[in-house]
């Protein structure tokens, strides 16, 4: 299996764009969790679906941020609008179904809003 | 508010010593434990992990402590090398729901 898959890697963007992330988990893992990495809050669990619908999306910072997961190979997490203070890495990570699984990472798509 | 705290951002060790990180969390349901370590432009991968009847779990040269009283665990790589230059995360969940708290992380360099 190729792991998660993120896309785009790098995104730059003006305040006020729309901005939508994708990530495709791997084959057969029930949980998809986005989380957004800053350096003075670490990774932040943002919203986890199980079997794509969604469970906990307590930690989304505002309702400019918005996910949804239509079905089990893809979700996609859309800022509108963006902000300077979005600029984070966000990590995608896909796990199975029992609740103590490890979680597997995306590689993380850095953006930067100006 | 943070409910798993790493308070030290960075810290380096000379090649062949003995690297300690450190985690703290608030939560007394916490009862899963993971340390992850990524390096830059990737994703976060699991190193090693411990549950809370266990105060103890070694996989070659990483070791994870755990001190339930204290809410304190840590993670020991002997002897480091220069390929555990990383940032290391820990992790934490309780055993109702899947939701892992992260800490901030702990930037390491190892120097040869």
């Known amino acids: 299996d190729a792991g998660v898959i993120q896309s785009p890697r790098h995104e730059v963007t003006e305040m006020g764009q729309e901005v939508t992330l994708r990530c495709k988990p791997i084959?057969?893992?029930?949980?998809l969790f986005w989380y957004r990495q800053t350096m003075m809050r670490g990774l932040e669990l943002l919203i986890y679906?199980?079997?794509?619908?969604?469970?906990?999306d307590s930690g989304m910072p505002e309702d400019r941020f918005s996910a949804k997961m239509p079905n089990a190979s893809f979700s996609t997490l859309k800022i509108q609008p963006s902000e300077p203070r979005d600029s984070a890495v966000y990590f995608c990570?896909?796990?199975?179904?029992?609740?103590?699984?490890?979680?597997?990472f995306g590689p993380g798509t850095r953006l930067l809003v100006l | 508010d943070q409910q798993v705290k790493q308070n030290s951002p960075s810290l380096s060790v000379q090649e062949g010593r003995i690297s300690i990180l450190n985690c703290d969390y608030t939560n007394s349901m916490f009862d899963y434990f993971l340390w992850y370590k990524k390096y830059p432009a990737e994703g976060p991968t699991f190193l090693i992990s411990i549950s809370s009847i266990k105060d103890k779990n070694e996989d070659g040269r990483f070791t994870v402590f755990l001190n339930k009283s204290a809410k304190h665990l840590s993670l020991h790589i002997v002897p480091s090398q220069p390929g555990d230059s990383a940032v290391y995360f820990c992790a934490a969940s309780a055993m109702i729901g899947n939701q892992f708290y992260f800490g901030t992380g702990t930037s390491l360099t190892v120097i040869p």
């Open positions: 679906f199980n079997n794509n619908v969604p469970i906990d």
């Open positions: 990570a896909s796990g199975l179904a029992s609740a103590q699984e490890t979680q597997y």
């Open positions: 084959s057969g893992h029930d949980y």
